[in-house]
């Protein structure tokens, strides 16, 4: 059974970088499945960040307003997310979840149980 | 990008009723949707993929179809688990793009 499990600081100041780390566990990251970032402000619905492939390749949300990176760590089978700059908007429960790699199946079969992550000074 | 748009985004329906959700997309999506369940405090949980293939475990209750740019979520007799709000998503191309959810209610 495929288990992802977020981390990381649960506040974090305005316009300071927000880092994200998902441990995954139970099955290789370096399958063929993309590794997700989804986030969900309180009240509200869902939307997806962006994705890594375990070589690297990433998409990335293009409506998001602060800048993404998410990276890779094969070794530690795990992933990452930074987003900068970050506003009180930013504020918001962070997933982290696994897709396919093909088009079609790029829905999310496995998810973390999230984190809640304020920004506020 | 592709947007979603379900409906309605609130109902109450009582525990045995049949209940229908529908998600339009934008764009044709193919039969690339998913539909998923959250319950409070709870990550999303898939119920249904390729429009109509339901996921190992989900409930037979369950089901899903459509094609193109309108799909639906049938629940064919509500029980008190189902209370929740679902999602559509869809699973054609980047980015990826949720519906804005439909929060099921007890009548």
């Known amino acids: 059974q495929v288990q992802l499990q977020e981390s990381g600081p649960g506040l974090v100041k305005p316009s300071e970088t927000l880092s994200l780390t998902c441990a995954v566990s139970a099955y290789s990251i370096s399958s063929d499945y993309y590794w997700g970032w989804i986030r969900q402000p309180p009240g509200k619905g869902l939307e997806w960040i962006g994705s890594i492939y375990h070589s690297g390749s990433t998409y990335y949300n293009p409506s998001l307003k602060s800048p993404v990176t998410i990276s890779v760590d094969t070794s530690k089978n795990q992933f990452s997310l930074k987003l900068s700059s970050v506003t009180a908007a930013d504020t918001a429960v962070y997933y982290c979840?696994?897709?396919?790699?093909?088009?079609?199946?790029?829905?999310?079969?496995?998810w973390g149980q999230g984190t809640l992550v304020t920004v506020s000074s | 990008d592709i947007q979603m748009t379900q409906s309605p985004s609130s109902m109450s329906a009582s525990v045995g009723n049949r209940v229908t959700i529908t998600c339009r997309a934008s764009q044709g999506v193919s039969s690339w949707l998913a539909w998923y369940q959250q319950k409070p405090g709870k990550a999303p949980k898939l119920l249904i993929y390729a429009a109509s293939s339901l996921q190992s475990g989900v409930p037979s209750r369950f089901s899903g179809s459509g094609s193109g740019t309108d799909f639906t979520l049938t629940i064919s007799s509500l029980q008190p688990e189902d209370f929740a709000t679902y999602y559509c998503?869809?699973?054609?191309?980047?980015?990826?793009?949720f519906g804005g959810g439909t929060k099921v209610e007890i009548k």
């Open positions: 998503q869809q699973a054609n191309s980047f980015p990826l793009t």
């Open positions: 979840a696994r897709h396919g790699a093909r088009g079609g199946n790029y829905f999310f079969d496995y």
